[in-house]
């Protein structure tokens, strides 16, 4: 077997594996319903590491006009048959951070949705993730830099924005400069202060409250949403052992004196 075809199958084995996960039947309505509680028909809403458009499948499902960043050439492909024909629904093939520019992605053709900007991430994640022990980043590829702040002013302000990018969400995050309505940042075990920097950051933009999901499923476990001290301590806990998941934050409502 050379090594081309080797490095096909690999990359072919790994996308089949993220198009079952994220694309099985029944998976939309689920997450239409979940996020049904943050968008309207015509808001604005961003999908920061797209991957194959689960989620922006999900958005534009609900009517909202979509911007999706995936910046790896295969799956941007991909994204482009899955959702890229969808009303509302624009596709860029950057990554978002904090300043703009360009960057080195780190691609794991085996596990694609692992791929990732963060380098001191990738180094120390394997030793205190299982999950990631047997995790290759293979490939290096130059990507475009846009921050949330130029999306914005491209744009419009998002009800909801989506932050997936495998340790890099705080570096998001830091160009942002203004608070959003609602948004969704995953955590990883073994890396639980990226989230705690994520949560900092947002305490300097607004006033949040926080709930959290596992893994992929698509419910809530809080029944009262948490203030960013009490997250804060639950990270610092070790966030109930949770191997992943989403920190899902959204402005407090005003008081009624406001």
């Known amino acids: 077997m050379n090594t081309a075809f080797r490095e096909r199958l690999t990359r072919g084995l790994g996308l089949s594996r993220s198009l ?20 309207a028909p015509g808001d604005v809403a ?7 458009g689960d989620r922006s499948g999900a958005f534009a499902g609900l009517g909202a006009q979509v911007v999706a960043l995936e910046p790896q050439p295969h799956l941007y492909a991909w994204l482009q048959r899955l959702v890229g024909w969808r009303q509302g629904v624009i596709l860029l093939p950057y990554a978002a951070g904090a300043e703009p520019g360009h960057a080195e992605l780190a691609v794991s053709r085996a ?22 022990r047997h995790v290759t980043w293979d490939e290096r590829i130059r990507v475009r830099l846009i921050t949330l702040d130029e999306l914005i002013a491209r744009y419009g302000s998002p009800a ?30 073994g890396s639980l202060e990226v989230s705690q920097a994520c949560v900092d950051r947002l305490a300097a933009l607004g006033e949040y409250r926080y709930n959290t999901i596992e893994g992929e499923s698509r419910q809530f ?38």
């Open 160 to 189: 909801f924005c989506k932050i997936d990018v495998e340790g890099f969400e705080a570096e998001v995050l830091a160009g942002l400069s203004q608070p959003l309505p609602a948004l969704s940042v995953e955590f990883v075990s």
């Open 46 to 52: 961003f999908d920061i590491g797209a991957h194959l």
């Open 111 to 132: 596990t694609p949705t692992v791929s990732t900007l963060a380098t001191h991430w990738r180094q120390y994640i394997g030793e205190r993730n299982e999950g990631f």
């Open 20 to 39: 079952w996960l994220y694309w099985r039947p029944g998976r939309q309505r689920g997450l239409r319903r979940l996020y049904a509680t943050f968008l």
């Open 221 to 258: 476990r809080w029944t009262q949403w948490r203030t960013p001290d009490e997250v804060r301590e639950w990270l610092e806990a070790g966030a109930d052992g949770l191997a992943s998941g989403d920190l899902y934050a959204r402005l407090a409502a005003p008081s009624p004196s406001a």
